[in-house]
């Protein structure tokens, strides 16, 4: 089992940058495929990004594509999010998850979640 702890959420505004982390603990994540969910007040969980276990591989929402980008360190067994140019459509939960499958992954179904971190982008 892994165990997933968020952090680098907070309060910026419109334009700015955040990195947030994602440490896992428990087993190596490269042994997983890690992405990115976020959740906004009254909205459902959608999907951010993901990278695969070389990190190679990864995929974004076309709402975050060009401006956030994952990436992992599999010898700190950390992945993380960097998040450019954000938006106020960009506040939400932010959620780390893993799974040996990255199709689990890209289809929202992990076995793996972390506890969440708040980021909040203010206009």
């Known amino acids: 089992q892994v165990q997933l702890v968020e952090s680098g959420g907070g309060l910026v505004q419109a334009g700015d940058s955040l990195r947030l982390s994602c440490a896992a603990s428990?087993?190596?994540?490269?042994?997983?495929?890690m992405g990115w969910f976020r959740q906004a007040p009254g909205a459902e969980r959608e999907f951010v990004a993901a990278?695969?276990?070389?990190?190679?591989?990864?995929s974004y929402a076309d709402s975050v594509k060009g401006r956030f980008t994952i990436f992992r360190d599999n010898a700190k067994n950390t992945v993380y999010l960097q998040m450019n140019s954000l938006k106020s459509g960009d506040t939400a939960v932010y959620y780390c998850?893993?799974?040996?499958?990255?199709?689990?992954?890209?289809?929202?179904?992990?076995?793996?979640w972390g506890q969440g971190t708040q980021v909040t982008v203010s206009s």
């Open positions: 428990g087993r190596p994540i490269s042994m997983y495929a």
């Open positions: 990278i695969g276990w070389g990190g190679g591989a990864t």
């Open positions: 998850a893993a799974d040996d499958s990255r199709s689990s992954v890209l289809a929202g179904t992990p076995e793996y």
